[in-house]
Structure formats: C-alpha cells, structure tokens
C-alpha cells in the first residue's frame, strides 16, 4: 500500500522532495493545494509534471468517507461519521460560533481511558488514527461546509476532544498539529489548537519539547482522589498532584493559559464544597474553566445537574477570581455534545 501524502509534514514532504531530486518549490506547491485551497481533485498549480508524476505514483491521497452526516435543527452543529480503509468508524463535529466553527476531532477509534461518565470509553481502545485520518477529518468536514453551506466554510478552533485520549496516540496528533500550524499547510492561528488530556503522563512529559505552540486542556472532574479515581480509572497510575507538576513546568506565554475542564455531574461533584476545593486547587495557577454540565447518553449511570446547582458552583469560582465558562451543551439532539460520541455500530 502507498503511504498517505497526508501523513507528511512539511519537513517530511521537504525530504521526500530532495531525496529524489525533484523541484524544491514543489513542496510549497502541494501543501497549498491541499491545505490551504483544500482542493480534492489532482494539483495542477505551478508545479513540474515530473514531481506531479512522482507524487501520482508513489503517494495515496485518498482521505476517509463521510458515511453519515446528522445536523442539529437546534443550533447547528454537525456530526460526521467517518468510514476508514479498514471499515472502523469515527466521529467529527462542527459546532458553530458566530458564523465560525470549531471543529472537534477524534484521535483513536474508541479509547483506552474508560472513563465512568464517557460514551466512547465503552467502546474500548480499536486503535490510534493516523495522521491523515486525523487532518483528513479537518479536510472533508470543510469541503461538507464549502459545499452545503457555502461561504461559511470556516473552521478556526481546533479541539481534540473526540473519541480518543490525543496524548496515548502522541506522535500522529503531534504531525496532524504541524500540519494544521504550517504556514504552507491550513495555518491556524497560534493558540487556536487545543488538546485535551484525561491526564496522561507519558504524553504531559513529552508537551513542552514537543508542541508548545497548542494550547493544554486537563480534563479534571474532581480534586478529590477517590472520586477522580472512579470518573477516570487512569488516575490510579498518574495521579492528579503528578499531572500538575507536570503541567505547572509548561511554558506559557503572555496571552495563554491551561483550561480545567469539570464535568458537574448531580449529587457527585456539584456542591459548593466541591467548587471550594476546585477554586483553592487552581488558584495560583493559570487557569481557565470549562464547567461541562453532564450529558447523559443511553444508559449512562449519572445524571446532570440542575441549573441552579451550575450558577452556584460558577458563583463560588467567582469569589477565586478564576475566569470560569459554564459550556452549553450543543447538537445533543444529534448525540454530538461532549461524551455522547460513540461510533460502535
Ligand atoms: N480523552 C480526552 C479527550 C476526550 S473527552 C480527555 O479526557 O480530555 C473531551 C471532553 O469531554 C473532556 O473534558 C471529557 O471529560 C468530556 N466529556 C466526556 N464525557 C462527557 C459527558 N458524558 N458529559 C459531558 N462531558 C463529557
């Protein structure tokens, strides 16, 4: 099987280009193409029909099926269901912002961290993606907006926060974000990429070398250790204190800041005690918070919160002066919110 031209960074392509002396503008050439003008058929800019050629022969570009699209009638946002080579299906969504989207990728088929209050994580682990499953899936669902709602192709978020844990599958996520930050490849402005983590050291400890440019999200849940051990069986081997000194060593420039995200699930975590603690856990620390009231899927053993529980928790938070944003759930009748992807058929 031919390897995938989207498996390459711009530095990949560069050696590619030279190791067969073809024409060095060429990699500048194709990565437009593709990334920039995200054109599906054959490049025919500016480029050698040898390198053309080349590039023909030795490289697939085939990028992964849309298999079914659900969009919301709520509010917009779109879920893809993605068929791979192997038949394995992902999930994609897009959930707009002021005529913009964020787009939120998946990083494995299924997920290996099993988390208690997480849809996919009954799925279990199939397998890591790719980085051209991973970009691909940036591609199609911006060629389903050029297409079905034209002019409103624009995706300037980019959130791993599909199925998968991104940091167990560290080196095709890393690839996919130099190809989304190339400023030949879809050049998303810095600090528009963020990753969010269950808490998985191997990976923590590699972040700062490695793509200090993405923005951290911790999934928290709870400051507590036995209750976090329950919501995410993970901290038993990478305790929450451990993460944090990881976390803490991260370099962070002027304008950036690690985000906690705090699933409320009801009567488990959502007192005011429990966003006490939380408060006093992160003050000192650059911190921004996601307060993610739960979303039930079916069968799930928790249940969400009341509203008014949320605007107290939030109030709390307040008086630690930690900038906190209690996220709505979007394209839940579609199954798209947060936890609810699970693409077992
Ligand atoms: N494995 C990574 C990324 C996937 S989860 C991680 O754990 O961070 C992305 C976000 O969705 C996380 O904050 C996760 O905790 C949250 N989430 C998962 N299931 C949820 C549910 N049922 N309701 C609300 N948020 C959920």
């Not at 050629?53 to 009638?73: A, R």
């Not at 002021?98 to 998946?106: D, E, F, G, R």
Request: proline share 5%; with cysteine.
């Amino acid at each position: 099987m031919k390897p995938s031209f989207y498996d390459l960074n711009y530095s990949d392509l560069e050696t590619v280009i030279h190791q067969n002396n073809l024409n060095r503008s060429a990699a500048a050439v194709l990565f437009n193409w593709h990334y920039k003008k995200k054109e599906a058929a054959q490049c025919f800019d500016n480029i050698a029909k040898s390198s053309l050629d080349f590039f023909e022969k030795n490289f697939d570009f085939s990028l992964p099926e849309i298999d079914t699209v659900h969009e919301s009638t709520k509010d917009r946002t779109v879920k893809f269901l993605f068929k791979l080579k192997d038949n394995h299906k992902v999930e994609t969504v897009l959930i707009p912002f002021q005529n913009k989207y964020s787009i939120c990728l998946s990083s494995q088929v299924g997920c290996a961290m099993n988390c208690s209050f997480c849809f996919t994580g009954e799925q279990g682990l199939k397998r890591n993606l790719t980085t051209s499953e991973i970009v691909g899936q940036f591609l199609k669902a911006w060629r389903w907006l050029a297409t079905n709602r034209p002019g409103e192709e624009r995706i300037l978020n980019i959130v791993f926060m599909g199925q998968g844990e991104p940091l167990h599958n560290f080196d095709a996520v890393k690839k996919a974000c130099e190809i989304f930050l190339s400023q030949y490849g879809t050049s998303i402005g810095v600090q528009k990429i963020t990753v969010s983590t269950a808490g998985y050291i191997p990976g923590l400890k590699r972040w700062s070398q490695e793509i200090p440019r993405v923005n951290l999200a911790l999934s928290l849940h709870s400051t507590l250790e036995e209750k976090r051990n329950e919501l995410i069986p993970i901290n038993k081997k990478y305790p929450l204190d451990e993460v944090l000194t990881y976390i803490d060593k991260i370099p962070l420039n002027k304008k950036q800041f690690i985000t906690y995200e705090y699933i409320l699930i009801k009567d488990f975590n959502d007192s005011p005690a429990d966003a006490k603690q939380l408060g006093t856990l992160l003050t000192g620390r650059t911190a921004y918070i996601n307060l993610i009231p739960f979303n039930a899927f079916p069968g799930s053993r928790y249940q969400p919160p009341n509203l008014d529980k949320v605007e107290q928790f939030k109030e709390v938070l307040d008086t630690f002066k930690i900038p906190t944003l209690i996220r709505t759930a979007k394209g839940d009748d579609v199954l798209a919110a947060c936890g609810q992807l699970n693409s077992k058929d």
